[in-house]
């Protein structure tokens, strides 16, 4: 059982410490080099990258007390989900650690809304 409190404060300082996380020069070359393997397809992505994220991501959330391994990401990304609907701030920052392991889909806005 997690003893993470799930306020939308404590809740953006665990998603701000991810982005930290990601950003260091180490993890940064780590995920660079995974993209680049992995092109822009996302099953690669999915594949090589994802996994880099998560490792980094169970890094941080350990120190916010969710379980080690994939069950305490699982329920960090359950309560960021709840709290996002409520909150543009965390849903901001879930949408900047997505962006590590998305690969960009490009946007036809020329194409005709029915």
Do not use: W
């Amino acid at each position: 059982m997690t003893t993470f409190s799930c306020t939308p404060e404590s809740a953006k300082a665990a998603l701000t410490d991810v982005l930290v996380a990601l950003n260091m020069p180490e993890n940064l070359q780590k995920i660079s080099a995974a993209k680049e393997n992995s092109g822009n397809e996302m099953l690669k992505m999915m594949q090589f990258v994802f996994p880099i994220v998560t490792q980094i991501q169970m890094e941080v959330l350990r120190k916010y007390g969710f379980a080690e391994g994939r069950e305490g990401t699982v329920q960090f990304a359950q309560l960021i989900r709840t709290l996002e609907r409520e909150d543009a701030e965390i849903a901001r920052l879930h949408s900047q650690v997505r962006q590590y392991f998305l690969p960009l889909v490009p946007i036809d806005t020329s194409a005709e809304v029915i």
